[in-house]
């Protein structure tokens, strides 16, 4: 127990040795004492760049039209002057009998007479020389003169008998101005040909006026049994 002092005393007399030889190491010693690197690096701020959008146009507004020289006026001219107001019903003139309440009596849409009005006939239908066939608006020619066919002696030898239909244009004037065959009969044909344009008619007529008309006509070969 008598030696504790004297340790403690020994070793912190150690101790100052120590710290004055680093003391002494530190002031000799060119460069000094080193210094602590920094430990952590500053947090660097980073900036997101965005690309421009661009915005949509804005709409335009659409230029008024120019006025047209053919658009109806806004305001009247000044040479038109406004109607006159229609006169007092008990100095109107109407020419028709009153009806009920005194008022004037309805008329009938069709009626035209005391109005000035007359009814319009529609136009005849054109005229023409181009022979047309014979319908139903047509007045149909009328046979004047029958000529009876002559049997020819062969067909007659041969018992050749039947029906011949013509096709026949009738002019104007009622006469047969061309004829040809839409059914024959052999031996026969001719015979039909020579009566008929010997026929004559009353002509066709079509609003009162004479036209030459495309008709047919049948005849008819029989022998007697």
């Known amino acids: 127990m008598r030696h504790r002092p004297f340790i403690v005393l020994l070793s912190a007399l150690a101790d100052l040795i120590v710290i004055g030889a680093i003391v002494v190491a530190s002031g000799l010693a060119p460069g000094g004492l080193p210094v602590p690197h920094q430990l952590l690096a500053a947090p660097v701020e980073r900036r997101v760049q965005l690309p421009d959008i661009p915005l949509p146009a804005k709409p335009r507004t659409p ?14 001219p000044e040479s038109v002057t406004p109607e006159s107001p229609n006169p007092p019903a008990g100095n109107r003139s109407v020419n028709a009998e009153p009806g009920f309440g005194g008022e004037p009596a309805a008329r009938d849409p069709g009626d035209f007479s005391g109005n000035g009005l007359t009814p319009v006939e529609p136009p005849p239908a054109p005229v023409t020389n181009t022979p047309v066939r014979l319908h139903s608006g047509i007045e149909a020619p009328r046979k004047l003169r029958d000529v009876t066919p002559v049997y020819p002696a062969s067909a007659r030898a041969q018992r050749v008998q039947g029906l011949v239909i013509l096709e026949v244009t009738i002019d104007e004037h009622g006469s047969v101005a061309n004829a040809h065959v839409l059914r024959s009969q052999p031996g026969l044909d001719q015979a039909a040909l020579d009566a008929v344009t010997q026929w004559t008619f009353a002509p066709a007529r079509l609003n009162g006026e004479a036209i030459p008309v495309v008709m047919t006509v049948t005849v008819n070969f029989r022998l007697a049994p």
């Open 63 to 76: 230029a008024p039209p120019a006025p047209s020289h053919d658009a109806a006026p806004v305001e009247p």
